[in-house]
T-cell receptor, first 113, second 115 residues
């Protein structure tokens, strides 16, 4: 799986949009970008994933650049409950690909009141 | 909303003892996983399981570890002779389809403390 690079930490004001960047410059054509988050020591929580088009769900939006070498997770109106470690993971989506998720260190997002 | 559940939430054991961690995956899911996270470190993959057999395992998953789906709802991780370094959070996950095509959903974890 392609390696990802994320900032170690970020801060955001409550009610504002949180934009979390991820670089995945070695991503292959069949690799998806997945985002998970982990609140304190809870289990990782799935947020969103995409291949090349931008995606939106009830939790967040995912913007993937045209060359797919980077992406941004957007939490449109961050709340204190969004304080967590956010993981960007790229995964092969083809027969024979590894099933495991490879977690990096992620970005520690702190939402401030 | 369906969710993965795990029991117990916290397990304390003596070094050398056997422990069994239990998970109930989401009911229509067919693929099951165990991950662990040592305090302050990354979440690490241990094993994936499908159709009553291991489909992938990591170097961490040595002979001390085993997994089983004893009935239609439970998925267990057994550590035969626990070591101090097995102390960690253990997360179970499940997915409806193969892990590379479908989303894995995680349980809340079991904190294992080995004394």
């Amino acid at each position: 799986d392609a390696k990802t690079t994320q900032p170690t930490s970020m801060d955001c004001a409550e009610g504002r949009a949180a934009n979390l960047p991820c670089n995945h410059s070695t991503i292959s054509g069949n690799e998806y970008v997945y985002w998970y988050r982990q609140i304190h020591s809870q289990g990782p929580q799935y947020i969103i994933h995409g291949l090349k088009n931008n995606e939106t769900n009830e939790m967040a939006s995912l913007i993937i650049t045209e060359d797919r070498k980077s992406s941004t997770l957007i939490l449109p109106h961050a709340t204190l409950r969004d304080t967590a470690v956010y993981y960007c993971i790229v995964r092969v989506a083809s027969q024979g690909g590894s099933e495991k998720l490879v977690f990096g260190k992620g970005t520690k997002l702190t939402v401030n009141p | 909303e369906p969710e993965v559940t795990q029991t117990p939430s916290h397990q304390v054991t003596q070094m050398g003892q056997e422990v069994i961690l239990r998970c109930v995956p989401i009911s229509n899911h067919l693929y099951f996983y165990w991950y662990r996270q040592i305090l302050g470190q990354k979440v690490e993959f241990l094993v994936s399981f499908y159709n009553n057999e291991i489909s992938e395992k990591s170097e961490i998953f040595d002979d001390q570890f085993s997994v089983e789906r004893p009935d239609g709802s439970n998925f267990t991780l057994k550590i035969r002779s626990t070591k101090l370094e097995d102390s960690a959070m253990y997360f179970c996950a499940s997915s409806a389809d193969r892990g590379w095509t479908d989303t894995q959903y995680f349980g809340p974890g079991t904190r294992l403390t080995v004394l």
